[in-house]
């Protein structure tokens, strides 16, 4: 059997969710398909918390992104009535030469955001937990906070069904074609056709957008949290910020304890690159686990027993910025995908500029950074 719709979301996770809710809030006939079940844990939109920040290390280009995904998260929180986003000061901090800290500095400088700048004995006297070298140095954000990253996704899905929208949980999608000026979706349930295709895929984008030219690539991440020993108020986010450290060997970033578990910690790239997402164990592993422990060991006091561990996983791109743009080849599908581990703040902003190529082929948001058609 076949159905019609406006326009059919791959893929409705952090970013295909609030595609969904965009396009239908504008009146659209939408279909959101979806592998696993609603808000699952196999992908890249899990783990509880996601860090939002304003002082964007990967580019000035970000920034007004990230302005405007704060306004979207806000105006997602006021239309249902849920607490979705958490204000807490984020540290960047690394070596004098530390190429985060730079980026940190460029996107300050570019649009004269309010920062602090501080040295390593500055930072630890300021915030107890921390152990950094005297010689490093620490940039301080207050436009920054964490996001409840489910409970994010969730909020989209149910307002996009609650505008109209169709959202299908446990079909997989084993293709798409395009059919003259529309598409047409094959699943394990069904077929459907649409005028409109909208591809966020996220890991599964390595096979649903093979043809685009971009060389994606999959890395196996893993969240853990720690207990906060004898002194968990160290801990606690009113004396304890977001960071992301800039360390030799393994750079990793961390949030504060918010609940039983403790504080949350992983590490930023440096795992290997996989062809596409069926090679990812999802089983935290005690080489994990003692692995990030030997890496923050020096530069954190106090965290006590490990509590927890989930997998997700990164989709890269070689040069780390993201994919938001009208297939190459088909312009009546738009792609988002190769968010490379920092993209999930910006979903709401994402959905946003989808539903704009959607309607209109463009967008007003800057998206140039992100072009399919740039040269890797």
Known sequence: MSQSFDVIVLGVGGMGSAACFELARRGRRVLGLEQFPLVHSRGSSHGHTRIIRTAYAEGPAYVPLAQRAFEKWYELEQLTGRHLLTECPCLNVGPPESEHVEGVRASVRTHQLAAEELSGDEINRRFPAFNFPAEYIGVIEHAAGFLYVEECVREHIDSAVSCGAEIHAEEAVRGWKAVGDGVEVTTDKGTYRAAKL???????????????????????????????????????????PIFIADVPGMPFYGLPAIDAFGAKVARHYGAPELPDPTGVNWETTGDDVHAMRANFTGFLRGLGEFTKGQVCMYTVTPDHHFVIDLHPAFPQVSIACG??????????????????????????????????????
């Open 198 to 240: 909208v591809v966020t895929a996220g890991a599964w984008a390595t096979k649903l957008l093979a043809d685009i030219g971009v060389p994606l690539r999959v890395m196996r991440q893993v969240l853990l949290w720690f207990g906060t020993g004898n002194r968990p108020e160290l801990f606690r986010r009113d004396r304890f």
């Open 339 to 376: 968010f490379s581990g920092h993209g999930f703040k910006f979903a709401s902003t994402v959905g946003e500029i989808l539903a704009d190529l959607v309607e209109h082929g463009t967008t007003k948001h800057d998206i140039g950074l992100f072009s399919a058609r740039r040269t890797f």
